[in-house]
């Protein structure tokens, strides 16, 4: 929700409800002041007696709380059946709306947040972000090999044709894996955007910083266009993963940055993933962009780079990494599990990796698998219509007026009892409880978005009317 001008009786009782800054031309206080339309109100507390305009849950300053003579604030009252905005209210003799009849509609709040008149001002009815995922695909030559069993990767590498043309190719496999995903997002109804770029593109070591589908939302003419660039490719040419995930990031911070200053849906706003599927290590060792030839020396070489700076720097900015390990991809364990790890997806808190080893299991391992296909469309499954669908919802902009020490999340689920989750600053794919500010580009705390972690996003998805709320005023629940 972004804030532009709003006129005096409004503005005192945005720095009332939401402590928010805004836009009100002159001195809006002293303004209502004269009128005799408001009482001056600050820190949760009013000057003098009478009514006052206030937020309700779905944003709007239309409701209606009374300043008491102690100073006081009641608890907003927003009924639609009453009035449709403050505007519409019936006056009182000073100007001002008169209060309405008491029948909140934003219901009631969390056991731990009841009885506080400051929490109930400020409520507002979030609407769920949607996932930006992209796909990074290996399509270099060793992709048209069998998996294992019928062919060993060992004979793929020194020959990159199939074993047994009757039998399906990694690259067949994978195709038919990703059309069942687009396929069940389709009909999920799914909120998400999704993208696919190959690696290489030229069959050499070349790579794209314009994926061959754009990020879209979901529907009919996106997932045909994803799989009308599935059957148009062919595998072929070298591994050039470094460039491509790195191009891949690069295109994502881009969409993101596209948010700032527009109205929603604008950019890739929501969470961010890049999926990279892969059966072998890099193989196109020069740096994909000459700006990242000094950062590659630096670090060693680009594959080090890539895990030490720049996928820990995305991370940090909420584009995650998740990391399939395809048959072929042995020698490359260690660290295509590093590369999950500092991407902030790791399967479990105690997994292994090592980017100079070979063993690892943090990533989608399925360099020993005898049964490529169902393990595939299981990693799939999980990632995208699972994880990469996390909980993350829009709020109000918060600004310097209301810290963040004072914001709250609550869920009332169709039985109609309102629960809070509490603060978890744990990482969200790593075993976190609860809510979380996203990042923005630059690491910073995003104020307009949480995500909701653990059991309590998959409280979220199992009720099909749950609804959550944003709370601000009170001091925030948190993970002890």
Known sequence: MRITAIDPLHCSALIAALSLLCACAGDPVSRSERSGAAPKIAGGRCSKPGPAACFCNDGQPRGMQTCQADGSLTACVCDDDAFGNADDAPASAGGSPSPAPSRPRGGPLCADLAGSSACATSSYQSSELPSNILFVLDRSGSMACNPPPTQESAACEMMAIPADGTMPTKWEITVGALGTVFDALLSSGSAANVGLTFFSNDSTCGVQSTPTVPLAAVSAGQVAALKDALAATI????????????????????????????????????????????????????????????RCTAAGSCPKYLVREEAPEAAAANIKTFVIGAPGSEPARGYLSELAFVGGTARNATCSHDAEGTAGDCHYDMSSSQNFASELASALDAISTGAALGCEFGVPEIRDGVPEEKVNVQLTGGDGVPVCFKYDESPCEGGANGWQFRKRPDGSKDFTRVAICGAACDRIRADSAARVDVILGCKTLTVM
């Not at 109205?263 to 990242?292: F, K, M, W």
Request: with cysteine.
């Open 235 to 294: 595998p072929s040419g070298g591994t050039p993963l470094v460039g491509a995930t790195s191009l891949a990031y690069a295109y994502l911070h881009q969409e993101a940055a596209q948010h700032d200053g527009c109205q929603e849906p604008c950019g890739a706003h929501g969470n961010r993933y890049v999926v990279l599927i892969t059966d072998g290590a890099d193989s196109c060792p020069n740096p994909t962009r000459p700006e990242d030839a000094a």
